[in-house]
């Protein structure tokens, strides 16, 4: 890098960069507020405080145990201070939402119990209703204890990642000294435990089983007296190096992967608000942790259990039920393949049926007799896929079947070596992954026999082949037999498989071959466009923007003065409105029922209407592990009224002010409020907005 460049970079980070860490947080500060909002249904809210909480587990063993492993594997006692520095402004930024999360619990139970779901403390339950619980911890959680002593005497027993335990200190009048025992709560039994006793008809009563541990432990332990007990939580470092260089394949890499991460250094003690001093320093002094790494809370330390409440069937306390739509002309009489051959269709989930044009371009592939070939990338598929028996069938009925399984999919490895297995007993191709890289991308295509020759049909998509998140998060599809995008595709494909150096796409941007370049080319061209006078802007929709190189080009074309919107759920490293560097960009967040995970991205090129400007979508972040460290795959959306709905998500998204936060040149954001007379979609939001125009549409 050129000096000059070099200086311009340090600038750019020291004026116009927000820390991922602290963006992040900020991320799951708005996901919080969907808890804290009085607008979302009771049961919702919930939902976002285990929703945030599991958000939050996986930072931890994801993110912070990265950067831990990375910080003592240099064995720099300096390096290792400034991680723990950095561990410290991460929990000084965090705690306050901790404590928030409390109180809403805390403020949320009342309010429940008013609609006739109580989550009842101990001391709240009626004698009899604590007989049921008691005569519950004899018949179906005593028999799954474990105690263990802590005594230094004895090895000391293991802690599995995200275990919740209860740490009692016993008073035993023959020893001299206080001992030590920690009981696990078993993850294995339903935490919130329905009570029967008391309960009038149309009422439910909930305990947790956490309490129902401590309130009959003393039966644990006869002869001794409980003197304390601290109830404690600890996470495990996820994030396991897998050093491909070496002789062994990567499906033996990863399973001795799966199998080390059990063990990996703790990164987080959680502890209730008032823990006993020695239990919490024995655990530090055992974990190797420090301050900066203990959290002491008021209420619940793992709140992803309100997951159990949140489900309950009550349709008056959570969201409108929505059904996902099946597109015009695609019933199942239709004859797919014939319609995708009449025009390419883009399909948006989940307003949208995934079940009715996704899964079932794969699954008419594998009973149709003109098919020859199907192959598919596969990063995350769930359990009990129906893409798998759709891949079984499709080789038992003689069609070659090759399937791309990213076995690297961070905590999907076991269920991912799971159908690889199954798919090879079949006979499928299996592929695992490409050495040095993650297979990201979302890719099938489907080969037919027609006519004298072969026709490539292809499934492009910005989210993964799993039929249960396709309900919750927002994606989009592309399907297509347009032979300029198949013939990347296929491309593509041979790459994968095979082996090559270097192939070419005319169309598809491909990382980490051509993508990082291919979008700044495009940041480039519409500061080209400015300078002339013509139309130029750039809209981005993402999960997340940190590549440093595409927010250097972003920065240029803010100076240069294109209008630039990023759409950023997740993560934004890039601070907008910051004087000189990025006074025309502007950063916005949409969080609320469904988790926004599409990627879409808009230039002008020159076009003042938006229509004929160019549109990409795909399975790529701006961020350096998508463009320099994973397989992704963008394509254009070349047909002017598939360009029309993109643009249709992209002005519901700038214009909602329902769902909507502002990212301040500082870094934080602040919810857009809809001001009196404003539109409809700005009153309503994204996601009511588009369920409503999906029916309208569908209708019509």
Known sequence: MKKEQRSRRQELLREAWFDRDLSWLEFNR??????????????????????????????????????RTRAYASGNPVTIDQFHAHMTRLREALFPMLVQQAECFAGLRPALAAQGVRLAAWAELSETQQAEACEYFDSHVSPALTPLSLDPSN?????????????????????????????????????????????????????????????????????????????????????????????????????????????????????????????????????ELRDSDVYALAGPLDYTTLFEIASLPIPELRDPPWAPMVPLGLDEEADLFAVIRSGDVLVHHPYESFDATVERFIRDAANDPSVTTIKMTVYRLGDDTPFVRSLIKAAENGKQVACLVELKARFDEERNLHWANELQKAGDHVIYGVRGLKTHTKLALVVRREGDGLRAYAHIGTGNYHVKTARMYTDFGLLTCDPAITRDVVNLFHHLTGYSRGPQFDWLLVAPLNMRERFIELIEREIEHQAAGRP?????????????????????????????????????????????????????????????????????????????????????????????????????????????????????????????????????????????????????GTHATHMKRTRARLRR
Not at 179 to 204: F, M, N
Request: aromatic share 8%.
């Open 30 to 67: 708005r996901v919080l507020c969907q808890a804290l909002d009085a607008r979302t249904p009771l049961l919702e809210r919930l939902k976002f405080l285990a929703i945030f909480t599991s958000n939050l587990d996986e930072f931890f063993m994801k993110r912070v145990g990265a950067m």
């Open 155 to 287: 090895p000391f027993p293991f802690m599995s990642n995200l275990s919740t335990s209860w740490g009692f200190v016993l008073r035993d009048p023959a020893a001299a000294e206080p001992v030590h025992v920690r009981v696990k709560v078993p993850p294995t039994i339903q935490h919130w435990v329905p009570l029967r006793s008391d309960v009038p008809a149309e009422q439910r009563c909930f305990v947790a089983l956490r309490d129902i541990v401590l309130h009959n432990a003393h039966k644990l332990f006869p002869g001794v007296s409980i003197e304390a007990a601290t109830l404690f939580r600890v996470s495990r470092n996820a994030d396991i190096a897998i050093e491909e260089d070496t002789d062994n394949s990567i499906k033996e890499l990863v399973e001795e992967q799966v199998r080390q991460r059990r063990f990996q250094p703790v990164v987080r003690l959680e502890s209730d608000e008032s823990p006993r001093r020695e239990i919490v320093d024995g655990l530090m002094e055992q974990f």
């Open 536 to 684: 130029a802007r750039i809209v981005a929709k993402m999960n997340q923007v940190e590549d440093l190189p595409v927010c250097e080009a972003l920065t240029r074309a803010s100076q240069a003065g294109v209008p630039v919107d990023l759409i950023v759920r997740g993560f934004c490293c890039l601070k907008p409105g910051v004087p000189g560097w990025t006074e025309n960009l502007r950063v916005r967040s949409i969080v609320g029922r469904f988790l926004e995970h599409g990627r879409v991205f808009y230039f002008a090129n020159g076009e003042a209407n938006p229509l004929d400007g160019e549109f990409f979508i795909g399975s790529a972040d701006w961020m350096d592990r998508n463009l320099s460290r994973r397989v992704e795959a963008v394509t254009p959306v070349r047909v002017r009224h598939l360009r029309e709905r993109l643009w249709e998500d992209l002005t519901v998204q700038l214009e909602d002010r329902r769902n909507a936060w502002q990212m301040q040149p500082d870094g934080t954001y602040v919810r857009l409020e809809a001001a009196e007379g404003a539109s409809e979609v700005a009153r309503a």
